[in-house]
C-alpha cells in the first residue's frame, strides 16, 4: 500500500477532461513538501510532468496542469488526446519515512 | 542534452550480487544530487536511494537499507548502486535519475533503465 493514494484507473474520451488524484497525509504532503508528477508511457522511462505541485518543464503542453490542497494534489489533462494514454504518477517527500514516496499509479485509457 | 546510461543488470541467483552503474553526460555530473527508482514486472515505482551531489550524504528506502549501497564517482560522470543479498522481490528495471535543483526537487532526467532479475 502507497503511501500517497491514487486511483488504478481513469478514463475519458478524445477532447474531454479528466482528473487524477494523489491523496498524502500530514507527513508528506500535509507537512508542505512539494507534488511532482511523472507520466510514463508503455515500455518507456518516466517523464517529468509537473513540479513543484504546479509548474510544467518545458516542452510540457499546457493542457497539462496541477493542483495541491491541504493533504492532497491533482493532476488534470484537458483536451484529451490518444497519446495521453500512459501511466501517471505522483511524488513527494514523507519526514516520517525520511524518503521519497510515488504514489502507486493511475492508468489513463483514452476511449 | 542530458544522458542518463544504466548498465550492469542481469540474472543473479537469490543472495547474489550486483554492481548497476549510471554513466551520466550533457550536464555538471558534480552539481546534481542523483537517485535510483526501480519498478517491478507490472508494478508502480519505488525510491530506492539517493545521493548528494558531493557524495557526503546518502538516503535508502527502508526495505534496501543495509542490502543496497548508492556511490558516486565524480571524476568519471557515474553513479553507482550495489545491491547484495538479493531477493526475488528485488527483481525489476533500475533507473538512475537527476535532481532538476542542485540537491533536491523532483527528477527531471531519467536513464532508460537496467532489469534486474532474481531467480534460481
Known amino acids: 500500500q502507497s503511501v500517497l493514494t491514487q486511483p488504478p484507473s481513469v478514463s475519458g474520451a478524445p477532447g474531454q477532461r479528466v482528473t487524477i488524484s494523489c491523496t498524502g497525509s500530514?507527513?508528506?504532503?500535509?507537512?508542505?513538501?512539494?507534488v511532482h508528477w511523472y507520466q510514463q508511457l508503455p515500455e518507456t522511462a518516466p517523464k517529468l510532468l509537473i513540479f513543484?505541485?504546479?509548474n510544467r518543464p518545458s516542452g510540457v503542453p499546457d493542457r497539462f496542469s496541477g493542483s495541491k490542497s491541504g493533504t492532497s494534489a491533482s493532476l488534470a489533462i484537458t483536451g484529451l488526446q490518444a497519446e495521453d494514454e500512459a501511466d501517471y504518477y505522483c511524488?513527494?517527500?514523507?519526514?516520517?519515512?525520511?524518503?521519497?514516496?510515488f504514489g502507486g499509479g493511475t492508468k489513463l485509457t483514452v476511449l | 542534452e542530458v544522458q542518463l546510461v544504466e548498465s550492469g543488470g542481469g540474472l543473479v541467483q537469490p543472495g547474489g550480487s550486483l554492481r548497476l552503474s549510471c554513466a551520466a553526460s550533457g550536464f555538471t555530473f558534480s552539481s546534481y544530487g542523483m537517485s535510483w527508482v526501480r519498478q517491478a514486472p507490472g508494478k508502480g515505482l519505488e525510491w530506492v536511494s539517493l545521493?548528494?551531489?558531493?557524495?557526503?550524504?546518502?538516503s535508502y528506502a527502508d526495505s534496501m537499507k543495509g542490502r543496497f549501497i548508492i556511490s558516486r564517482d565524480n571524476s568519471k560522470n557515474t553513479l553507482y548502486l550495489h545491491v547484495n543479498s538479493l531477493r526475488a522481490e528485488d527483481t525489476a528495471v533500475y533507473y538512475c535519475?537527476?535532481?532538476?535543483?542542485?540537491?533536491?526537487?523532483?527528477?527531471?532526467?531519467w536513464g532508460q533503465g537496467t532489469l534486474v532479475t532474481v531467480s534460481s
Open positions: 500530514s507527513s508528506n504532503i500535509g507537512s508542505g513538501y512539494d
Open positions: 545521493i548528494s551531489s558531493s557524495g557526503g550524504s546518502t
Open positions: 511524488q513527494s517527500y514523507d519526514s516520517s519515512l525520511r524518503g521519497w514516496m
Open positions: 513543484d505541485n504546479s
Open positions: 535519475a537527476k535532481y532538476y535543483y542542485d540537491n533536491s526537487g523532483p527528477f527531471d532526467s
